[in-house]
């Protein structure tokens, strides 16, 4: 069992950054492959970028790659999201994920889930 918690979400203004962190609960944290998905009002949750165990693979969506940078600190329990030059169109509410297999969340599924972190980027 894995217990994630989010945190690092708050209003930016366009062009800002955040970090978003999850911390998670258990001393099996370093085996799981670990995702951030984001869900804005109206739309349907979306992944945004994934990270296997030891951080040899990265997946980003097309429309972060650049600005947004996936990592983790397995030693810390935690993985990270850095979020550059954000815009309107991030805003969303961010929840991480983890999963035993890193190919099966870029297709949006996995074992467990945070509560999400509010992210919100004015114009």
């Known amino acids: 069992q894995v217990q994630l918690v989010e945190s690092g979400g708050g209003l930016v203004q366009a062009g800002g950054s955040l970090r978003l962190s999850c911390a998670a609960s258990?001393?099996?944290?370093?085996?799981?492959?670990m995702g951030w998905f984001r869900q804005a009002p109206g739309k349907e949750r979306e992944i945004v970028a994934a990270?296997?165990?030891?951080?040899?693979?990265?997946y980003y969506r097309d429309y972060v790659k650049g600005r947004f940078t996936i990592s983790r600190d397995n030693a810390k329990n935690t993985v990270y999201l850095q979020m550059n030059s954000l815009k309107p169109e991030d805003t969303a509410v961010y929840y991480c994920?983890?999963?035993?297999?890193?190919?099966?969340?870029?297709?949006?599924?996995?074992?467990?889930w945070g509560q999400g972190t509010q992210v919100t980027v004015s114009s």
């Open positions: 994920a983890a999963d035993d297999r890193f190919a099966t969340i870029p297709r949006g599924t996995a074992d467990y």
């Open positions: 990270i296997s165990w030891n951080g040899g693979s990265i």
């Open positions: 258990g001393r099996t944290f370093s085996t799981y492959a």
